[in-house]
């Protein structure tokens, strides 16, 4: 048994999958703190693409490559989340000190610490994305509707569901590496 | 005619003039408008040329052509540019839909010709094919009214708009837009209140509307702290409920920016230097406050708390504490400063004063006690408040010698004794104490013996000599040295018994006591209490009482409801105390806790006798009032005695009937009863009094017949004579077999009386035979005629010696003379039985009545047939063989109920009869008439 969580312990991708669970569930529950304090976007279903597509990166084909692939838009939400907090600071200020207020935050942090683990991950060159461009905040929430506080609630909402979708993405895929990354070392 | 003339030539000009000012073309169109818009302030300025001064204006929704303004207005023309200027606010915002305007010149009835259409667009012209809502953002206040439209997306269907999640009712306004109005606004939550559009499938587009309260500040207060600047503070006003960084509060002091104030955690402004006015103006995009304040500074001087707070002469009874000023100006100020102690469950204030206070000596301390000091100041002059508290800080009192103790000596006996005294308390001991010493000494002795005594002892037991009485003498020692003596002679001791003791009820959870004043209590009294029938660890409290008082309440924690006591009241003077008075009593009584003791119920013939015994004294409590008896039945209890006196512990229970009983005996006192003791018993009858009472009625008996048996000895001449008498031998003349003839007797077919005479007896006699009961069943018609019992029938005759022969010959065939006769005199002689009846009788002379025992049978076998045949003709019928049938039933029935006379001078005694119970009237008759 022992030897089993030593070795399962020395896999790659172990944390990074470990952390995207965490980070998955961070986002669940920021998405139903930002949903009780707007109550109208409680059954929303926004309409159109996805906030953070990948066009550039072609189809993954392997393990690492979705790696990659979801690294990627996890930087991508990581920029689109920044931003977020900009602006409602800007908006509101700093004196809204709530579990909203710093559960954002937090999943900022843990967002920058998994891009950075998982691209320790592939330094091997796995990674076949290119980089993404640089992302500007006014960028995106064209996309939405509208004007004013009430777009950008809707724009957040997107946000937070981005955050959503990517982190569970990425716990599969890393899930997926790190058993494939188990089972080549027990051949070894 | 020729008056019509004049007049139809006035109408005809007065209709030519009014016809010349409604021509439309007199009044020119207003000429070049314009139309301005002011989006967020929903405003559209109109800009025209005209020489009129009024004009209409109408405004419609493009679109579908509806009025939403029909007006007219007055506008002079701007003389620098002589154009028109007039604007119009719209409800609705003009994003919504396009707005067309035109505007017509008028001179009070005449009017131009409308001006052409212009128009301002609105957001919902085909170009812009997405949803909008309208207004966005906007902040207004609350209570207020607002109008939104949803523009919906070209290709998009509409359902309907929420504000805060409500569904509200739209008014289509143009193809694409539909708006909602909202009244009396209530105030947003967290962040905003949302206004949702949306269509079948999902959420089209929205707008958010801040609404709030203007600032609501108030109170205004300027003070300084170091005596040259300026501290203004106020009270935040009502939540404004506006959340945006950027419509909250702004506050200007004197035109500056209070930045701490806008940071909107604090709301205290600071000025460097004292200005004496202050204006601070607190404003949101909801409007604006403005509070003033206007003071002197040395009215306002709210000092810092002192700094370097330390003690530095503590002593037993007092301490000093010194302190210094971060402020210099403050050395220079006449101040008042407010020591507040608290130590001891106590509280304390100090207030001292002097220019530029920074030490006090703090006075009316205890020894070691823990306080804890805390100092504030505040301007002497004009004082404003106290300033800043320190501290608090800790003082520790040092020790002092302790105070003497409250001793008293409970004598428990003639000649022992415990001294007794109090622990003193923290403010008595005035340190950790040591223990104590107790001394004592007696008359003869002229010296003390003394001993020591841990802390925790408060009593010491002590002996009296018969001779002489005994002094003893209590210190406490702590650190610091030993307290002063309490002296006391030990009393005398007097029990119960000895002296006068009273009843004592209590008040309140203590006793009222009062007594009269004794003239030579010159160190006051001494009220002792103990728990009654108490012995070697008693509780003993006492209470000293100055000798001018001669009442006390007595109220302590150690008086227990139920629980009697001894109170004593003792006189102290120079000797030993006396005792003065002395009571029993409770605080408060209660029910026995205990039921009476060995309860036994005694039967005392038909009574029972109840006993019982006293509960013991501390189980009472109370003073026991009484008892109570109950019977216990089946489902209740009957009272049948109240013994109201509680020495009383008998109690007999009368006249009780056999059975079972169960009785309930209750103590009671004021509180009332106890649980009761239950006896039961069971009444039975008294055995040896009926063994005594069949024992004596035997023997009674005994002697009656021992009586009777030598009477009858010393009588038996006599008794023979009368009940056995000489018989003589029968006479038989001609044949006894046959009959002489037929007799002219009718016997009753019921019963016969044969009454014969006895030559020997001289009174007459009447015999009577009673008739069976077998013949009176057969005879039912009969005695249904007749007045007599029907189960005993007599036929009475009177016997007389000049009446037998005729009786006889008469009664043969007109038994009927007899009937209804009431003179016949009857006396009883005997009773025949019905066999012995059926002896026939033939003519005169003796004739026995029965066969006689040598041969009863024979006879009677004979008779019988002849009987049987010649009943008809015979004049003798035997009893027992009528026949009911025959035709003599008649004549029988005749003479029902009539007497009928026989003859008979001798007993119808069988020979074989002797235990045939005889009429005792006979020989009880002859007994008494003197024969033998």
């Known amino acids: 048994m022992d030897r089993t969580a030593e070795l399962d312990a020395s896999v790659p991708g172990r944390s990074a999958a470990a952390l995207a669970r965490l980070l998955h569930r961070d986002c669940t529950r920021l998405l139903e703190l930002y949903k009780e304090r707007e109550s109208f976007l409680s059954h929303h279903v926004p309409e159109g693409e996805r906030l953070v597509t990948l066009a550039l990166c072609p189809e993954a084909l392997t393990t690492a490559e979705q790696v990659g692939h979801v690294r990627s838009a996890l930087r991508r939400c990581k920029e689109l989340l920044e931003c977020l907090i900009t602006r409602e600071v800007e908006e509101m200020g700093k004196e809204l000190e709530g579990e909203y207020e710093s559960l954002r935050m937090t999943v900022k942090d843990r967002l920058g610490h998994f891009v950075h683990s998982t691209g320790a991950l592939l330094e091997n060159g796995e990674d076949g994305c290119p980089p993404s461009p640089n992302f500007e905040c006014a960028e995106g929430q064209d996309e939405v509707e509208g004007s004013g506080s009430f777009a950008a609630k809707l724009w957040t909402y997107r946000v937070l569901l981005e955050l959503i979708h990517w982190t569970d993405s990425a716990c599969q895929t890393l899930h997926l590496f790190h058993t494939e990354k188990q089972g080549q070392q027990q051949l070894l | ?932």
């Not at chain 2, 109005?181 to 949702?196: A, C, F």
């Not at chain 2, 309930?664 to 509180?671: C, E, G, L």
């Not at chain 2, 022969?805 to 009937?819: E, P, T």
């Open chain 2, 1 to 932: 005619m020729q008056v019509w003339l004049p007049l139809a030539l006035l109408l005809s000009l007065g209709v030519t003039h009014s016809l010349g000012q409604n021509d439309l073309g007199e009044l020119p169109v207003p000429r070049g408008l314009t139309l301005q818009s002011n989006l967020p302030e929903q405003t559209l300025f109109l800009t025209w040329a005209s020489d009129s001064s009024h004009f209409d204006v109408e405004i419609f929704h493009t679109e579908l052509m509806n009025v939403v303004l029909n007006e007219t207005v007055a506008v002079q023309a701007n003389p620098s540019t002589g154009q028109h200027g007039w604007s119009w606010h719209s409800p609705l915002p003009l994003e919504c839909t396009s707005h067309s305007v035109h505007i017509r010149a008028r001179n009070q009835q005449t009017v131009s010709q409308w001006s052409p259409f212009q128009t301002i667009p609105g957001s919902d012209i085909p170009e812009k094919a997405g949803s909008q809502m309208f207004p966005q953002d906007k902040m207004v206040a609350v209570g207020s009214n607002m109008t939104f439209c949803c523009i919906v997306g070209e290709n998009k269907d509409f359902d309907r708009i929420l504000y805060k999640g409500q569904e509200m009712s739209a008014t289509r306004l143009s193809r694409r837009t539909y708006a909602i109005s909202v009244t009396n606004q209530p105030p947003s939550g967290n962040t905003s209140t949302n206004v949702v559009c949306s269509s079948q499938r999902g959420i089209l587009t929205g707008a958010v509307v801040f609404v709030g309260y203007p600032p609501g500040d108030e109170s205004l207060v300027c003070e300084t702290r170091d005596l040259t600047s300026a501290e203004c503070s106020w009270k935040k006003g009502r939540d404004t409920h506006l959340r945006k960084k950027l419509s909250r509060t702004n506050y200007t002091l004197n035109g500056r920016d209070c930045l701490e104030a806008n940071e909107g955690k604090i709301f205290r402004c600071n000025w460097t230097v004292w200005d004496g006015n202050w204006t601070l103006v607190a404003r949101n995009p909801l409007g604006t406050v403005q509070l003033t304040d206007s003071a002197r500074l040395t009215d306002r001087v709210h000092l810092l708390a002192p700094v370097n707070v330390t003690a530095v002469d503590v002593k037993a009874w007092n301490a000093t504490l010194q302190w210094s000023w971060s402020v210099a100006a403050y050395k220079k100020l006449d101040m008042i400063c407010q020591l507040r102690l608290t130590g001891h469950e106590q509280f304390i204030t100090h207030n001292y004063s002097s220019m530029g206070l920074s030490s006090v000596v703090l006075e009316g301390l205890w020894p070691d006690v823990d306080y804890t000091v805390s100092v504030c100041c505040g301007s002497l002059h004009s004082f404003w408040k106290w300033g800043d508290e320190n501290g608090p800080y800790r003082i520790h009192t040092k020790m002092d010698r302790p105070d003497s103790p409250d001793i008293w000596i409970w004598m428990d006996g003639e000649n022992t004794g415990h001294v007794l005294w109090k622990p003193l308390s923290v403010m008595e001991s005035h340190g950790a104490l040591d223990g104590y010493e107790v001394s004592h000494s007696t008359a003869e002795e002229d010296r003390w013996t003394t001993v020591s005594l841990p802390r925790d002892d408060f009593s010491y037991p002590i002996t009296l000599n018969n001779s002489s009485n005994i002094t003893i003498a209590v210190a406490a020692r702590n650190p610091a040295g030993l307290s002063q003596l309490s002296t006391m002679t030990a009393p005398v001791y007097r029990a119960d018994s000895q002296v006068s003791v009273s009843e004592l009820l209590g008040t309140d959870g203590g006793f009222n006591l009062s007594w009269q004043p004794y003239a030579n209590a010159s160190r006051g009294y001494v009220v002792e209490w103990v728990p009654s029938g108490c012995s070697d660890l008693c509780p003993v409290h006492w209470e000293k009482v100055p000798e001018s008082n001669s009442s006390i309440k007595v109220q302590s924690v150690s008086l227990e409801a139920g629980v009697r006591y001894t109170i004593s009241v003792y006189v102290l003077s120079a000797g030993a105390p006396v005792l003065l008075q002395r009571w029993h009593g409770y605080t408060q009584e209660m029910i026995p806790s205990q039921s009476v003791g060995e309860l036994s119920a005694n039967q005392v013939g038909p009574d029972v006798l109840l006993s019982w015994k006293a509960i013991a004294m501390e189980q009472q409590r109370g003073f026991i009032r009484g008892y109570t008896i109950y019977l216990a039945n089946a489902t209740r209890l009957e009272l049948i005695g109240n013994m109201s006196d509680p020495k009383v512990r008998l109690y007999r229970v009368r006249s009780l009937s056999l059975g079972s009983y169960k009785f309930i005996v209750k103590a009671y006192t004021s509180a009332g009863e106890d649980t009761g003791s239950t006896v039961a018993i069971k009444l039975e009858m008294d055995t040896d009094m009926l063994v005594v009472g069949i024992v004596v009625s035997l023997g009674a008996m005994f002697c009656c017949l021992i009586l009777i048996s030598i009477f009858c000895y010393k009588k038996r001449e006599w008794v023979n004579k009368a009940f056995y008498p000489k018989i003589p031998g029968p006479k038989v003349s001609g044949d006894w077999s046959s009959p002489q003839g037929p007799l002219d007797v009718k016997p009753s077919p019921h019963s016969l009386v044969h009454i014969e005479e006895t030559p020997e007896w001289e009174f007459r006699k009447k015999v009577l035979v009673p008739v069976p009961e077998e013949e009176e069943s057969e005879n039912e018609n009969i005695e249904a005629d007749t007045d007599e019992p029907t189960f005993l029938r007599y036929y009475n005759q009177v016997v007389g010696d000049s009446s037998h022969s005729n009786h006889i010959s008469d009664s043969s065939g007109s038994s009927a003379a007899s009937v209804g006769s009431t003179q016949t005199e009857i006396t009883y002689t005997g009773l025949q039985s019905p066999t012995s009846s059926q002896g026939a009788y033939g003519g005169g002379g003796y004739k026995p009545q029965m066969q006689s025992a040598a041969g009863p049978a024979e006879p009677q076998l004979e008779f019988v047939p002849d009987f049987q045949e010649e009943s008809l003709n015979m004049g003798y019928k035997p009893q027992c063989s009528r026949q009911f049938d025959s035709p003599d039933v008649g004549n029988i029935s005749g003479s029902l109920g009539s007497p009928t006379s026989v003859t008979s001078s001798q007993f119808l005694l069988p020979e074989s009869s002797e235990e045939k119970p005889q009429p005792s009237n006979t020989w009880f008759h002859n007994l008494l008439s003197g024969k033998s």
